[in-house]
């Protein structure tokens, strides 16, 4: 089952690539880097109130569903209720900050953007997916609302639509994900638990979810802040041209936690139930993200000048520098995504929010003295700089990290070992 809903997450970012590499770039070339610019801030801001309206309930409602099978339906509907009522008050909250940060145009295109936020409910029903491990479901489902999503950004691309339609495109994939969600809910007789409620269990999930929202607060902060910065410091030039090299390098970030979230229940039941598995999964995993790394650095410092070229133009010139700077972050943010979710599952989650925190108030200093003279560029260093120490050298430093730290470390020689970390990870799906 592990290895099925592995293919099908591999399915879903490959057709991600695709779409990310033809679509997403098509659209970044016709908008021009200033109309980027503000399109990609509005997301930046909708992205990070999102978060918010999940309360990082949806790992430990991962973790809960799979250890506490008895009580799965109570525990889901009251998730689903807490996330679309904190869906409702972020939308708010989401335009309300783009009004503040852009303008009126940015009001405007943020208003149909973070329209859908209640409908982030039906994270819950992945969730549950998840937790009985059957990602390949929500795998699938999200590649049909990309595909979706994408075929209306191609119709507006072609139509000439202003950033209004674009923003409705955009939109449409957490739509089109909510209504099949609702609907394969309802077929399964889950529709009546979506409305149930214990508030012993709401305090418990907030409770438990809290410290990891906070820690993850910061992480979110620490992936987003420079794009705010760059649109407030350089204008909106220059924040397109980060947002651009942006959504090319965001398609190696979002497999890792999609490839996380597969093992997240076989973890969460290895730690309660067999130590010694849970600690070679723990390293098989932190060695196949390892390879992952290497490949997304490699691939984008040999070929991103050409693709840059290629897909984006002489307009966008300097996106290459820093999708080579982000390359190489992808390894310490990786490693991060992971030590996150076994922090959760070892309830250890108050190191990463004050590894987050320290994390974010360095990459603002770094900001302010390098972004002014940089750009976009000085922005991707700060973030670099800022991911490996909060996510690689913290783990070697901290005592209560250096478990974990050294299986870090160890997993940088996954490519000398490459058949060991096969024969582990064939073992540990079997």
Known sequence: MIRRNLSWLAVSQAVRLVTGLLVGTWLTRTLGPEQNGLLGTAIVIGSILGFVAEFGLRQILIKELAVRRDEAPVIFGTAARLMFFFGLGCLVLAC???????????????????????????????????????????????????????????????????????AASIALETVVTAVFALHWAWRQGWAPELFGWDSKIAAGLLRE??????????????LRVDQLMVFHISGAHEAGIYA???????????????????????????????????????????????????GSAAFWILAGRWIVDRVYGAAFEGVFVVLAI??????????????????????????????????????????LWLVPA???AGAAWATGVAYLLVWFVSSLVLPSLRSIGWQQLSALLAPFRLRRE????????A
Not at 144 to 165: E, F, H, P, Q, Y
Not at 209 to 222: D, E, R
Not at 277 to 290: E, I
Request: proline letters at 4%.
């Open 96 to 166: 309300g900050f783009a009004g503040y940060w852009g303008g009126g145009q940015m009001l405007l295109i943020g208003v149909i953007l973070y329209a859908p936020m209640p409908l982030n409910a039906c994270v819950a029903i992945l969730s549950r997916w998840d937790a009985s491990q059957q990602a390949q479901r929500t795998a699938r489902l999200a590649l049909g609302a990309n595909l979706a999503a994408s075929l209306a950004r191609v119709g507006c691309i072609l139509a000439g639509a202003d950033l209004r339609w674009v």
């Open 209 to 222: 979810s809290l410290p990891h929202f906070l820690a993850h607060s910061g992480t979110l902060l620490l």
């Open 244 to 294: 651009a090299a942006t959504r090319l390098s965001e398609i190696t970030y979002a497999s890792g936690p999609l490839m996380i979230m597969t093992f997240l229940p076989v973890l969460s039941v290895a730690h309660q139930n067999d130590p010694g598995r849970y600690a070679a999964l723990r390293g098989s995993l932190f060695g196949w993200l390892t390879l992952l790394a290497y």
């Open 326 to 367: 982000h390359g190489l972050a992808a390894l310490p943010y990786l490693h991060g995504e992971l030590r996150g979710a076994v922090l959760v599952i070892e309830k250890k989650t108050v190191w990463s929010l004050r590894c987050a925190l320290a994390g974010l108030l360095l990459n603002v200093l770094l900001n």
């Open 374 to 376: 940089h750009g976009a």
């Open 422 to 429: 096969l024969a582990a990870i064939k073992a540990l799906t």
